[in-house]
């Protein structure tokens, strides 16, 4: 796995300077993590019906990723410089730690398709900051647009025939801060792909995830019983979330925002609720409304306008 990792990712990177800067791989990259990613709620909610805790299940996979790209990652340990080093423990906590608690969190205190609508507002957020912070990203009306109509997609999408939204004022301030997470991960991120690679990134997020989160278990002590780990449906999804949707998306998607940019690259996500929908019906026999459907019409229409051209 990690010798057809290491390959692809160097193949990824050469394809990628033979197609207009490499901006056509990193639009396919980017819907192909995105699919992936999609798919974690569901794999994810399998796992806390077995009992295990937000924060179990995120060390557990981040756990995983972390030594399986030790297998590819350069020697080196640490950045050039110390304020870089703190970069990676920002990164770790906005892409790891801070965003997984808070989301997890959210849906505990909150309804679930609050939660969903507003981490949604990430790549909104994205382009609002983006273009307050950095001046050379300019906010022009085909993203604007783009971005508005897949967020209305987003909105059917999650109320998917049901039209009342109940508040949870302390749930949904915790989703609007992995919202912002994500946002302020994306942002960083390309900079920092700047002077060192995917991969090396990406394991410092994966260990920087991992330091932070241990105080949270001080908190709330590890119940989850390591036997049970060797049960089909355990081991299956947490081989799922950390061997593909952390080890080998996580790489790819920093890949895709050093070729696109942290704003067309953070459209992608308004797609997550199609795919988590499809999974949904598929895995969970959820059902899918005429609304549903429109929503994802929606959805496909404003990330198409958002990202062309």
Known sequence: ???????????????????????????????????????????TKCLVNEGMSPAEIFFSRFLLAYLSILT???RRWFCDRWRDELIMVLLGMTGGSVY??????AIRLSYVNNVSFI????????????TALLHAVRATPRLVIGSLVALAGVALVICNGRLVLQLSPWGDLLALLAAVCWAVYSLIMRPVLERYGAVFVTRKVFFYGLLTILPVFLLRPWAFEPVL????????????????????????????????????????????????????AIFLDEPMTLMAYAGCALILAGVYVANKG
Not at 30 to 36: E, F, K, P, T
Not at 235 to 252: E, I, P, R, T
Not at 263 to 271: G, H, K, M, P, R
């Open 1 to 43: 796995m990690s010798w057809f990792f290491s390959n692809f990712v160097d193949v990824m990177s050469k394809m990628g300077e033979l197609h207009s800067g490499g901006r056509i791989w990193g639009h396919v990259t980017a819907v192909l993590v995105i699919g992936c990613w999609g798919c974690t709620f569901v794999s």
């Open 119 to 130: 981490v949604c507002t990430a790549p909104l957020i994205t382009t609002c900051l983006a």
């Open 72 to 74: 590819i990652s350069p």
């Open 229 to 280: 780990l060797l049960r089909p449906v355990i081991w299956g999804n947490v081989l799922f979330l950390g061997l593909l949707a952390s080890f080998v998306c996580y790489a790819l998607w920093n890949w895709a925002i050093s070729r696109l940019g942290a704003v067309t690259t953070s459209n992608y996500v308004y797609l997550n609720p199609i795919v988590t929908l499809v999974a949904s």
């Open 100 to 105: 997984f608690l808070a989301e997890n969190e």
